[in-house]
């Protein structure tokens, strides 16, 4: 079982919004400023799509941010795209013996 | 071009013991903190340990402590991680990552993987 709880899947059609929560603890993602998401196509690495609650590396679209209230974090896609499906997962620092935590992942659908 | 390349995975019996590599290019290698994060078959992306731009701070998650060591040789612009008394849990994909900053706080640029089996 994944630290972060994450919904296993959403889904979404072409030029939607869509929210993926993820939700943790104070010990993570309330303690801290460190919440990163991760966009997973099969078969190829992760890519950093927000780092730090709401900044996006350069290169990542601006129809992708993110942002945290309390316990929560949150990742939210507008005009949704057919290449936007893929698996999103959370991350966090934490203050427990383990450094980094990751939620158990999304699948979003573009319907 | 940012690029990392990790190497050494492969099949290996439970307990014994394998050395992963990472080589990294087109950054200022000792001056990020990188870390390994690894996928086991069907799961999701678990964290396993990262290190600080001098290697002087290394942190790992629960599920390795004590049998894993990563380490760095920022003049060979390299990360290892040396895994030992392996086990069946520990088969996965393991990726290497460059973080953001000198802070271990989310990885910007990752490796392609590479496997790890271990079954009798």
């Known amino acids: 079982q994944s630290a972060l709880t994450q919904v296993a899947s959403v889904s979404g059609s072409p030029g939607q919004s869509i929210t993926i929560s993820c939700t943790g603890t104070?010990?993570?993602?309330?303690?801290?400023?460190?919440v990163s998401w991760y966009q997973r196509h099969p078969g190829k690495a992760p890519k950093l799509m927000i780092y730090d609650v709401s900044n996006r590396p350069s290169g990542v679209s601006n129809r992708f941010s993110g942002s945290k209230s309390g316990n929560t974090a949150s990742l939210t896609i507008s005009g949704l795209q057919a290449e936007d499906e893929a698996d999103y997962y959370c991350s966090s620092y934490t203050s427990s013996s383990t450094l980094v935590v990751f939620g158990g992942g999304t699948k979003l659908t573009v319907l | 071009e940012v690029q990392v390349v990790e190497s050494g995975g492969g099949l290996v019996q439970p307990g014994g013991s394998l050395r992963l590599s990472c080589e990294a290019s087109?950054?200022?290698?000792?001056?990020?903190?990188m870390s390994w994060v690894r996928q086991a078959p069907g799961k999701g992306l678990e964290w396993v340990s990262g290190i600080t731009t001098s290697g002087d701070s290394t942190y790992y998650a629960d599920s390795v402590k004590g049998r894993f060591t990563i380490s760095r040789d920022n003049f060979k612009n390299t990360l290892y991680l040396q895994m030992n008394s392996l086990r069946a849990e520990d088969t996965a994909i393991y990726y290497c990552a460059k973080e953001v900053g000198s802070r271990i706080r989310g990885c910007d640029y990752w490796g392609q993987g590479t496997l790890v089996t271990v079954s009798s």
């Open positions: 087109g950054f200022t290698f000792s001056t990020y903190s």
């Open positions: 104070s010990s993570d993602i309330g303690g801290y400023k460190y």
